[in-house]
């Protein structure tokens, strides 16, 4: 079962930037799509950022387009999500997910559904 531990939150100041990392337990972490997610408080988990088991695709959520950007080591078994001008919206506890899958199309992997395997989840606090 691959096990998956997020790093990098913390507080910053509303247009800062923070980078997560998403390290995974196996090299079979390689030849699946990812995702991150994230959950405010009083609020339903929702989809960040999805990206393809090489890399190649990327997709992001409208509100976080232009300003995040997802990315992989599978040489490392490590995923990234670097997160740049953020705004007292993005607080949440991030998670990081893979699925069991290759590439996920765009409406699937949207969805928490596609993803088999979530890690613990890491704070992010933006002040205004």
């Known amino acids: 079962q691959v096990q998956l531990v997020e790093s990098g939150g913390g507080l910053v100041q509303a247009g800062g930037s923070l980078r997560l990392s998403c390290a995974a337990s196996e090299r079979t972490f390689s030849r699946y799509a990812m995702g991150w997610f994230r959950q405010a408080p009083g609020k339903e988990r929702e989809f960040v950022a999805t990206?393809?088991?090489?890399?190649?695709?990327?997709y992001y959520a409208d509100s976080v387009k232009g300003r995040f950007t997802i990315s992989r080591d599978n040489a490392k078994n490590t995923v990234y999500l670097q997160m740049n001008s953020l705004k007292p919206e993005d607080t949440a506890v991030y998670y990081c997910?893979?699925?069991?899958?290759?590439?996920?199309?765009?409406?699937?992997?949207?969805?928490?559904?596609?993803?088999?395997?979530w890690g613990q989840g890491t704070q992010v606090t933006v002040s205004s």
């Open positions: 997910s893979s699925s069991k899958e290759p590439y996920l199309r765009i409406t699937t992997a949207q969805r928490m559904a596609a993803y088999d395997y």
């Open positions: 990206i393809s088991w090489n890399g190649g695709s990327t």
